[in-house]
Nanobody
Framework: VQLQASGGGAVEAGGSLRLSCVTS????????VGWFRQAPGKEREFVAM????????YYSDSVKGRFTMITDAADNTVQLQMNSLKPEDTAVYYC?????????????????????WGQGTEVTVSS
């Protein structure tokens, strides 16, 4: 399974970006799909996750209310709509997928729970 993340860029604080993650598989419907980010000098951290078949969504406290995960009609793309961006959102953003089984609730923020990773797309938010 290959994942391709795109959509990063440079914006001013308060602006918006939409990141996309495309799978090499026909559909994402069989996967739990997450977004993580890694700022320079920091650990990779959980941002958001959507359950397989476009199910329930989960967000980190730092992005809740500002970021939204979206699936497209073809179901082979998962997007992360990021609004009201802050300088602290600056990071490389990665999409990830769990192909087999279901990530237990207590592990959705653990990067080790995901099997496949995209290459990352960089987001820079200036103040």
């Amino acid at each position: 399974v290959q994942l391709q993340a795109s959509g990063g860029g440079a914006v001013e604080a308060g602006g918006s970006l939409r990141l996309s993650c495309v799978t090499s598989e026909r559909t994402f419907s069989a996967y739990d799909v997450g977004w993580f980010r890694q700022a320079p000098g920091k650990e990779r951290e959980f941002v958001a996750m959507i359950r397989r078949n476009g199910g329930r969504k989960y967000y980190s406290d730092s992005v809740k209310g500002r970021f939204t995960m979206i699936t497209d009609a073809a179901d082979n793309t998962v997007q992360l709509q990021m609004n009201s961006l802050k300088p602290e959102d600056t990071a490389v953003y990665y999409c990830a997928a769990k192909a087999r089984g279901r990530i237990i609730l207590s592990a959705i923020q653990d990067k080790r729970a995901y099997d496949y990773w995209g290459q990352g797309t960089e987001v820079t938010v200036s103040s």
